[in-house]
């Protein structure tokens, strides 16, 4: 079987692990401290998972795919992003965060480097055909989602 871009397939399910393991460890600190900041983003981390799932199929089979399952499938993912990223919002919505938290810090550094991982997607950057400007923002991103996490952690709710 030929794989239509396996590195990026491969860095998509890596993100979709880190989100899922993210998830699980989120899920289970906000039950202990019944935090429905932790909540809102362990369901955002999960969905995440989701959606990097649904993005390394269509990365890594898309010639096997007709081009209505192909446009359905990135649909799809794009949809799960958006939804993810809705729930991370609300789950620090509904915590007491000030600018002097260390949650804010973490947060605001997965930001930054998250735009960072965008800015370099953008600009087509590659590393030959084997790591591409896909496959160099899903690494970055791995690093961010790790301070997302960290932040989402130190959230307390209001």
Known sequence: MTLTEPMTM??????????????????RVSRIQ???AGRF?????????????AGGSFHG?????DAPTRRALWNITMILIGAASALM??????????????????LL????VSLLGLAIQRSSL?????????????????????MFYRGARLLEDR
């Open 126 to 146: 590659s590393f030959g055909q084997v790591f591409n400007h896909n496959d160099i923002f899903h690494t970055i991103q791995i690093a961010a989602l790790f």
């Open 89 to 106: 919002i609300v789950g620090t919505a509904v915590s007491r965060i000030a600018r002097r938290d260390p949650s804010a810090r973490w």
């Open 34 to 36: 019944a935090a429905r």
């Open 109 to 112: 550094t997965g930001l930054a």
């Open 41 to 53: 983003w362990a369901w955002g981390f999960l969905i995440l998972a989701a959606a990097a799932l």
């Open 61 to 65: 089979w898309a010639f096997y795919l």
């Open 10 to 27: 491969l860095t998509d399910f890596l993100l979709a692990a880190v989100s899922g393991a993210f998830s699980y460890l989120l899920f």
